[in-house]
């Protein structure tokens, strides 16, 4: 009880204080009514905001011309534009108008808790705390975590409000606050997270998540207190590892946020309830620059679902760039080839081109000239005619073309080079395994 107190006593202005209006600053861009935009993903962790339209380079265009101090990097990618901001705590959503439609960015003044990147909800083993059987489960709170696993939080819902009372009541409270985040109802969810019980075990990941909402905790040294897994049961071990990473990542030490992930992959790590967070954290460390992208590669390398999932596109994509920019493009082709069957079909071309340039970089037309083949069974001639495709389908033949583009040319020591610091951050990932706690790997 002694250490709760004393907890207590240091997330006593947090826990003062219910966070109400944490938007900083708002930015609005009406876009002419021939463009419409079909979609407005943010992708927080990397301080970019994708949108996908009707005709991207026209989108592309206006937006460049327009004033903007929020996102000031526009760009093109696979078809999409791409803003990219200074601030990661950024929020997008299209808005509909009289005139037309409007794109709206907002700075927030911590991490977004909903969307993208929002706070993550790992469920628990409901038989490990004590709360009845296993999934399905025999008790309200049981059956609640068993649904949140499964993805129905209406569900999860119902049964956490049928357990605010006796056994569960505890975790029920600040599932239901969890449901509230999700749902975009910050003010609801601190409300809730501030009336779990100061003896539980789920104290401390009100604590954490309460701390998440407000900008002077996590600037303090409350948090080291708040994310160690010292007294604290096994089975919370795997959201206080995410939500530690993810504060981390916010904070620009995605390296460091990806290294702690490494072991959480494996059936029952929080990486495997929240792919997404996960794989949003390692695709930032692949883009950091020089060592530092190289030693998330290594970890990108060792991960077992790197080539499934909803992020294993963009990721694969991520560490071909740093491999062909470390000297290794036939290398990085092969990574693209792997993930060629979950291309969406707008994407499919500039995908398969890139694979195919890869190749033909590293000399291996055969390989080259299969991409070619694949991609006259699945594109329509009138993309196969474009220059671009003309170029690869020469150099694909073994006839005189026009040089690929591709990254300076590079001493064979960089591959020597490369091959060292995967080595060596492939141990650092096999160490930071063994020093995790148990029920943590």
């Known amino acids: 009880m002694g250490s709760s107190v004393a907890l207590l006593t240091l997330l006593a202005p947090v ?3 219910a966070a ?39 989108l592309a265009a206006e937006l460049r011309s327009a004033t903007r101090t929020l996102c000031n990097e526009v760009s093109l990618e696979y078809g999409a534009v791409v803003l990219r901001c200074p601030s990661r705590y950024i929020a997008a959503s299209m808005a509909r108008h009289a005139g037309g439609q409007s794109l709206e960015v907002r700075v927030l003044r ?7 990147d929002g706070l993550p909800v790992i469920p628990f083993d409901p038989y490990r705390l004590g709360l009845g059987e296993g999934c399905p489960g025999d008790t309200p709170a049981g059956r609640g975590e068993c649904a949140i696993a499964a993805g129905n939080f209406k569900e999860a819902r119902e049964q956490f409000q049928g357990a605010t009372e006796g056994m569960g009541a505890a975790l029920a409270i600040l599932r239901l606050g969890d449901l509230a985040a999700l749902d975009d109802d910050l003010q609801e969810a601190v409300r809730l997270w501030q009336q779990v ?9 009100a604590s954490a998540r309460l701390c998440e909402t407000e900008p002077s905790c996590l600037a303090s040294s409350r948090t080291s207190i708040l994310y160690s897994l010292a007294k604290i049961d096994a089975p919370l071990h795997a959201d206080l590892i995410l939500r530690r990473a993810r504060v981390d990542a916010f904070a620009g030490r995605s390296l460091e946020a990806a290294q702690a992930l490494s ?12 792919p997404t967070l996960c794989g949003d954290i390692l695709l930032d460390a692949l883009r950091q620059p020089a060592a530092r992208g ?10 077992p ?13 991520a560490a071909a760039d740093r491999c062909a920019t470390s000297g290794a493009p036939v290398f990085a082709a092969n990574l693209l080839s792997a993930v060629t069957g979950g291309v969406a079909a707008p994407e499919l071309s500039d995908h398969l081109a890139r694979t195919a340039e890869l ?4 000399n291996d037309s055969v390989r080259a000239s299969v991409v070619v083949e694949f991609a006259r069974s699945r594109l329509a001639p009138a993309l196969l005619a474009t220059p671009r495709w003309v170029k690869i389908a020469k150099g694909a033949a073994g006839r005189p073309a026009a040089p690929v583009a591709k990254p300076a040319a590079r001493p064979p020591a960089d591959l020597k080079n490369l091959e060292a610091d995967l080595g060596a951050a492939k141990r650092t990932v096999a160490e930071s395994r063994e020093k995790a706690p148990e029920g943590a790997r």
């Open 197 to 205: 019980p100061a003896g539980s075990p789920f104290r401390r990941l």
């Open 359 to 362: 190749y033909l970089e590293g």
């Open 110 to 116: 911590v991490a977004p808790w909903a969307g993208r």
């Open 294 to 303: 190289t030693q998330a590669l290594a970890i990108y390398l060792a991960t």
């Open 20 to 58: 109400l209006d944490l938007t900083e600053l708002v930015e609005r861009f009406p876009l002419k009514g021939a463009i419409q935009v079909t979609a407005v993903r943010a992708q927080p962790i990397a301080g970019r905001i994708v949108i996908e339209s009707n005709n991207g380079p026209a």
């Open 305 to 317: 679902s790197r080539d499934r999932g909803p992020v294993a596109i963009e990721l694969a994509r």
């Open 263 to 274: 072991g959480e992959h494996a059936p029952g790590g929080a990486c495997v309830a929240e």
């Open 15 to 17: 826990l003062a204080t």
